[in-house]
């Protein structure tokens, strides 16, 4: 049996892009998994200070993420995958990500690049890069 495509999903354009390429590039039918990880207001730092309130608020966000994913896996279903969606809580992302791929038994993780330069990168860093950086699975960036 062929070992699952693990998508990386976000909703973002470089993710879309992502899923077309892998299309092109690896064998139709294969099985996959398009995974959208989010964050519990836990991780998020003084969620009160900005007007939140956490009733209903976290599982308004994990809805939200399962709907993304299901937006994913229908694109994936168009390039030929059997995805099925995915939403798991997570932080930091990547690591929920390289141990979701471990779980599963990936054979491959693909995810988008969001080209992140400069302060966006020191402030932020690269999902893409420490999920690279954290798996020995290979990994399909796209740009």
Same mark, same amino acid.
């Not at 064998?27 to 009733?55: D, K, M, Y």
């Not at 694109?75 to 997570?90: I, M, N, T, Y």
């Not at 966006?120 to 954290?134: D, I, P």
């Given at each position: 049996?062929?070992?699952?495509?693990?998508?990386?999903?976000?909703? @973002?354009?470089?993710?879309?892009?992502?899923?077309?390429?892998?299309?092109?590039?690896?064998?139709?039918?294969?099985?996959? $998994?398009?995974?959208?990880?989010?964050?519990? !207001?836990?991780?998020?730092?003084?969620?009160?200070?900005?007007? !939140?309130?956490? /009733?209903?608020?976290?599982? @308004?966000? /994990?809805?939200?993420?399962?709907? +993304?994913?299901? /937006?994913?896996? /229908?694109?994936?279903? @168009?390039?030929?995958?059997?995805?099925?969606?995915?939403?798991?809580?997570?932080?930091? +992302?990547?690591?929920? $990500?390289?141990?979701?791929?471990?779980?599963?038994?990936?054979?491959?993780? +693909?995810?988008?690049?969001?080209?992140?330069?400069? $302060?966006?990168?020191?402030? !932020?860093? @690269? +999902?893409?890069?420490?999920?690279?950086?954290?798996?020995?699975?290979?990994? !399909? $960036?796209?740009?």
């Amino acid at each position: 049996m062929t070992r699952p495509v693990l998508f990386a999903y976000d909703g @973002s354009e470089q993710a879309k892009a992502a899923i077309r390429q892998a299309a092109e590039q690896l064998r139709n039918g294969r099985p996959a $998994i398009v995974l959208t990880v989010w964050h519990a !207001l836990a991780v998020v730092p003084f969620p009160t200070a900005v007007g !939140l309130t956490t /009733e209903g608020l976290e599982e @308004s966000i /994990e809805q939200q993420a399962r709907r +993304v994913a299901e /937006e994913g896996a /229908e694109l994936a279903r @168009s390039g030929g995958f059997d995805a099925e969606p995915v939403a798991e809580q997570g932080d930091p +992302v990547w690591q929920r $990500i390289v141990d979701y791929a471990e779980e599963r038994d990936a054979g491959i993780v +693909v995810m988008g690049s969001h080209a992140r330069t400069g $302060i966006g990168l020191v402030l !932020l860093g @690269s +999902v893409a890069a420490a999920t690279a950086r954290h798996t020995d699975l290979p990994v !399909l $960036i796209a740009h």
